[in-house]
């Protein structure tokens, strides 16, 4: 039997906050984007904001109207990003087979540690005393025997609270859940579901695969699944590389779109051979353009997990043409994937030879 764990850092920027600040303790806090308060939002807020219907994706000026007195911080990535560095190396001790979904979330898998599910109950509960008393971080954790069923376990186990479902168990804990809040299911998603007459998850667990493969495709399927608790997708472990890019000069500056298309595919396919080398798959593009008065524009596009040359090329191209200026002519231009991940058991050529 599979064990996963869905270890999950209970409001983590706050929580971060509360460390070295005793204010952010005792009082209704809230962790917002920068100094932009009109248009800001509220990324984090503690149980203490919650109790005054503050929630994170809300306007400041919400949050403002709605607890005037609160304590907002300005968000502090570098720090939460240190504290996240230190929980990861704790769930790494716990077993090397572990996922970083984000800075706050990590799932692991422990069927080499724990054969039932009271013996997962056991290992959760010594992970989760563990990173409080270290750390002085609260997390909570979802244990099931598939990532998908983790994560649902893990909403309901929130905050600070350990929550199993067993395999069993799973289509009955999902069946009354509305449908938009099924892991992977996001806005666009649930709206299509809605209209197709899917409410719940009990619902599209049986709706007829014909009908929804037609509509959805094959993510129509994977849904039907994911709606049965049905997940066989493994815990890759998360790489240490960060990205892989390319970059060049040109000898002479440019504006002339054969010749940017040309470097671009080289570029891409350097890039491909490198990440191929390491067994790696990617999800995010990055261009970089740099103009003759040395001023640069980087931009990103993020997909799905792949591992395609074309795509790469793809949206690299389709990044430059969105966002160069018009006829300006360029003299450097970069392609970088990052997001990446290696197949667990996949060597790299690296280790071959
Ligand atoms: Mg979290």
Redesign the pocket.
């Known amino acids: 039997m599979r064990l996963i764990l869905l270890i999950?850092?209970?409001?983590?920027f706050v929580a971060c906050e509360e460390l070295r600040n005793s204010e952010a303790r005792s009082r209704p806090t809230i962790v917002g984007t920068g100094n932009a308060e009109s248009r800001g939002v509220v990324m984090t807020c503690n149980y203490e904001a919650r109790k005054y219907g503050i929630r994170s994706g809300m306007p400041l000026s919400q949050a403002r109207s709605l607890k005037k007195d609160a304590l907002f911080l300005p968000e502090d990535f570098e720090y939460y990003e240190s504290e996240s560095k230190k929980v990861m190396a704790l769930i790494k001790e716990f077993s090397d087979r572990m996922e970083e979904v984000s800075v706050?979330?990590a799932f692991v898998e422990i069927s080499n540690r724990a054969s039932n599910y009271e013996e997962a109950f056991e290992a959760a509960s010594e992970l989760k005393k563990k990173i409080k008393e270290r750390l002085g971080l609260p997390c909570s954790i979802g244990i099931s025997t598939n990532k998908l069923m983790a994560k649902m376990a893990c909403e309901k186990a929130k905050p600070d609270g350990i929550k199993i479902v067993k395999a069993e168990d799973a289509k009955d804990f999902l069946k009354d859940m509305p449908v938009g809040k099924l892991y992977g299911v996001g806005i666009k998603t649930r709206e299509r579901l809605e209209r197709l007459g899917y409410m719940t998850v009990g619902e599209l667990a049986n709706a007829n695969p014909m009908l929804l493969r037609d509509e959805l495709g094959s993510f129509g399927t994977e849904l039907i699944n994911s709606a049965n608790g049905i997940d066989e997708s493994e815990v890759i472990e998360s790489s240490e590389i960060k990205s892989i890019g390319r970059e060049r000069t040109f000898e002479i500056d440019t504006s002339d779109k054969n010749v940017i298309n040309a470097e671009i595919r080289k570029l891409s396919e350097e890039v491909f051979s490198e990440l191929m080398k390491n067994g790696f798959s990617f999800k995010t593009v990055t261009i970089k353009i740099r103009y003759p008065d040395f001023s640069e524009r980087l931009k990103s596009r993020s997909i799905r997990q792949t591992r395609s040359l074309d795509e790469i090329v793809l949206l690299a191209e389709k990044l430059f043409e969105e966002n160069a200026e018009q006829s300006r002519k360029v003299r450097k231009i970069g392609v970088r994937v990052s997001g990446l991940l290696r197949q667990k058991g996949q060597k790299s050529i690296a280790e071959f030879s």
């Open positions: 999950d850092m209970d409001y983590f706050d979330e």
